[in-house]
Every structure is written in C-alpha cells, then in structure tokens.
C-alpha cells in the first residue's frame, strides 16, 4: 500500500475540504476517493456509498479530474483508509 497526499486544485472555501492523506494501493484510487471515505463520484457529484442514490449530492469535494495527487511513501497493512483531512468549517 502506498501513502498519497491529494489536494484540491483552488482555494477551499467555508465548509470545503483542502486535501487529504490517505493510504491506499495507487493514485487513481486516491484520486477517486472523497476525502472522508463515505462517497462516491457519479454522475458530476459525490453520493453517500451506504444510500448509492442521488438523493444527497456532497458539494465539499470537487471533481477527481481537479486534485493532484503525490506519492508520500509506502504504508504497511492492506487496508485503505483515510490519515487525515483538512475540513474548512465555517
């Protein structure tokens, strides 16, 4: 497993995540992963993995085409997880 830095192209804004850190087996999967694990990306926005509808669409994230992603280092286990997130409360 591999640990990424992913980061939002922009400047974040009130209630908007900045970047994350997470440990995972390569950058497309950091890429596509929202900065808090529970979402996934379809159709133009992130939608709740447990309710897999469109009812909630989550604005705080943007598109996986608009983030960079770095490689920090390796990570030892097999599992994907998020290190930490840098959230902009209001």
């Not at 390569?26 to 979402?39: I, S, V």
């Amino acid at each position: 497993m591999n640990i990424y830095h992913v980061e939002r192209s922009g400047v974040a804004g009130y209630n908007e995540y900045s970047d994350f850190v997470i440990v995972c087996q390569d950058a497309e999967t950091a890429r596509n992963t929202h900065p808090d694990g529970m979402y996934f990306y379809s159709e133009g926005c992130w939608r709740d993995m447990e309710e897999n509808e469109s009812k909630y669409c989550s604005d705080d994230w943007v598109n996986p085409d608009n983030v960079s992603v770095t490689l920090l280092g390796i990570a030892h286990g097999e599992e994907k997880r998020i290190v930490c997130s840098s959230f902009h409360a209001a």
